[in-house]
């Protein structure tokens, strides 16, 4: 049976929920907003499969063939513009959908909740598009993924490292339908803590929201732009310094316990592919730097060196040497965030203090913010942000 006693090793995968031959076993919020397993004590029958499938209590897996690398960026504009960096995710996705498969993937509900689950067509492909800066709750995703490899569909699934170890234990061989992409990830806030933010900010703007892009290049690929809209037409352009959810993230505040001793910190990963942001593709090819995003792109295996040939009529890319590429801006793929001392303390905050009382606390806006944020769009009109984005952020 399994029993959470310390949080840093609980990532909330599910794989232990989706095995549970009894059913027995339910995913519960905790008083931080995250999810962990609960046991039905009258149900379970000690069989011992929800211990056996958990991840982090597995010596850690990894490809052992040579990672290679690549900075990479969509032809297609309109596509990369609605990706968080360069859409290289979306080529990949393309490929297996053309070939009658299925992308798994984080997509918001009509609550904005993030869920993971599947796509079947490309015109429903952006709803995967885009970061999402929520940890998402996987249902019955990892059920999902194993009917449709029985039944010997094509299967690319997407996730943070967590996920992707987690499904793995959990379907127990490799199927060669399966293709999986792992996310190197900061870390996982707090769907708790999202909901809450949600509701603040659709009652300051008396508003209902009609959309959300946590990643938005209204003013290019430079500041990390969070776009918010509204029922009434209104849209919140804002940057990470002035936008209070995005804010607790980066200052360490608004993680998962497990996110600051995780297990799967590794350049080789047990997943074919690995993406992140490429900010500096400058380094690495400066015709392609033009501030509307480049993903990296680390290839483990035989399917994924495979599945980046079938993109490249889709894609500009260019070749990386691998660990300059993890010094650069992959480094969060080998090093856990450090969480900040006020953490404890901003959990009991948030379910003690109003949202405003709660923003006046822990969210200083600085006057330097203040500004940078004012200019920003004057300098995006005049057409030189992209040249001072790295002075600037």
Not at 179 to 192: A, E, M, N
Request: a positive charge; hydrophobic letters at 35%; charged letters at 25%.
């Amino acid at each position: 049976m399994i029993i959470v006693e310390d949080k840093t090793k609980c990532t909330g995968c599910s794989a232990c929920y989706a095995v549970c031959p009894k059913h027995c076993i339910a995913m519960r919020a905790d008083e931080e907003g995250y999810l962990y397993p609960s046991v039905d004590l009258n149900s379970c029958i000690n069989c011992g499969a929800c211990d056996k499938v958990c991840p982090v209590r597995k010596p850690l897996v990894v490809n052992e063939k040579p990672t290679l690398a690549f900075a990479a960026q969509n032809k297609d504009e309109v596509i990369r513009r609605q990706s968080a960096s360069g859409g290289a995710f979306s080529a990949f996705a393309e490929v297996v959908l053309k070939k009658h498969g299925v992308v798994f993937g984080g997509c918001f509900d009509k609550n904005f909740n993030v869920n993971h689950d599947y796509v079947k067509s490309i015109n429903d492909l952006e709803k995967l598009r885009c970061s999402k800066y929520v940890q998402s709750n996987m249902g019955d995703a990892f059920i999902k993924v194993k009917k449709l490899l029985e039944e010997g569909i094509l299967v690319l699934f997407s996730g943070t490292p967590c996920q992707i170890y987690g499904l793995k234990s959990y379907l127990k061989h490799d199927y060669k339908n399966l293709i999986t992409i792992d996310l190197v990830c900061h870390g996982t806030p707090s769907p708790g803590l999202w909901k809450k933010y949600l509701q603040w900010i659709s009652n300051k703007e008396k508003s209902k929201i009609t959309f959300i892009s946590f990643r938005d290049k209204h003013y290019g690929y430079a500041g990390s732009t969070m776009a918010v809209g509204f029922d009434n037409g209104k849209i919140d352009y804002d940057s990470r310094d002035v936008q209070f959810f995005k804010y607790t993230f980066f200052q360490d505040l608004n993680n998962r316990p497990s996110c600051y001793k995780c297990h799967f910190k590794t350049i080789k990963r047990d997943a074919d592919i690995t993406l992140y942001d490429c900010w500096h593709v400058d380094k690495f090819d400066k015709n392609m730097d033009d501030d509307l995003g480049t993903t990296m792109v680390l290839i483990h295996t035989e399917k994924g060196s495979n599945l980046f040939n079938e993109i490249k009529s889709l894609v500009r890319y260019c070749k990386a040497d691998v660990k300059k590429a993890i010094d650069l801006d992959g480094i969060m793929a080998v090093q856990c965030p450090i969480p900040n001392p006020r953490r404890t303390q901003f959990f009991r905050d948030i379910n003690s203090l109003e949202y405003e009382d709660l923003i006046n606390r822990y969210f200083p806006v600085s006057f330097k913010k203040s500004i940078v944020q004012s200019v920003k769009p004057i300098l995006y009109k005049l057409g030189i942000l992209h040249k001072l984005k790295r002075i600037l952020y």
